[in-house]
């Protein structure tokens, strides 16, 4: 299957070190080598990359790995297709607009005989199970909110509900954001943790590279980092709860 990676932040931050980690595992040490991708929110706007070439291999990946992009809320997805082929259409995160924002959506996982019935305002362009289920989702958030952005305990609770509905066709660990929150549901595996003051070197499981981020960050920094399994090897990681829905806004760990 997939993997998945998410940050949010209190202050905009680059994830060139997590990232850096993520993308090995795309053909390198791990099989994840059918396309890859990642959005960044920044303001009203969002920066979108993706590749259906494995990310070890992807010039645009080395790009990421270089530009430290700073943003609030991430979500980096590499892929190992279950459903779908490997084009460019079919690599997340995918990218939506509803209430005049933009919505980021990626997947992991496998969903069997889910075909919702879907009124056009959002329709799949490839032919994944995950962009199919990012679709249905914002579709019945609409209907439930109408014309206007709810507050983000209604929203997290609607969350928390269409996550539990869509999981019962199969493994569903998701991230979605609106540059605001990044809300996490798990299905079987995700891991987080969150860096603040005080801040030490972290080392990253997949490469021989350390970060001291006492040296990068201030006292009043907080990122969250969201991730299939652990980046680092000398850190705690804390594990979801299958069937867990996680929401983060400015690196807070809100339970729904």
């Avoid at 645009?60 to 997805?77: C, Q, Y």
């Amino acid at each position: 299957m997939c993997q998945l990676l998410g940050m949010n932040c209190n202050t905009p931050t680059d994830i060139v070190f997590s990232f850096t980690g993520f993308a090995t595992r795309g053909g390198l040490t791990d099989e994840h080598k059918d396309g890859w991708g990642i959005a960044f929110f920044e303001g009203n706007g969002v920066r979108h990359f993706v590749d259906y070439q494995a990310a070890v291999e992807s010039p645009v990946a080395e790009l990421i790995k270089r530009f430290p992009i700073k943003s609030k809320n991430v979500i980096a997805h590499i892929r190992k297709a279950t459903q779908g082929q490997v084009t460019l259409e079919n690599c997340h995160p995918f990218v939506r607009e509803c209430w005049g924002r933009y919505w980021v959506f990626a997947h992991n996982g496998d969903l069997k005989n889910f075909a919702p019935q879907l009124d056009g305002a959002f329709r799949p362009v490839g032919n994944t199970d995950s962009e199919l289920a990012f679709c249905y989702l914002l579709q019945q958030m609409r209907r439930r909110f109408g014309e206007h952005l709810p507050a983000i305990d209604a929203l997290s609770q609607f969350m928390r509900e269409i996550t539990t509905e869509i999981a019962q066709y199969g493994t569903f660990n998701m991230l979605m954001s609106n540059g605001e929150a990044l809300f996490s549901h798990c299905s079987t595996k995700l891991f987080y943790l969150v860096r603040q003051h005080p801040f030490t070197t972290a080392a990253l499981a997949d490469e021989e590279v350390a970060v001291d981020f006492s040296e990068v960050t201030t006292p009043k920094d907080k990122v969250a980092v969201i991730v299939t399994e652990p980046l680092t090897k000398n850190e705690n990681w804390t594990q979801f709860a299958a069937g867990e829905m996680i929401v983060f806004v400015d690196g807070d760990v809100l339970p729904v």
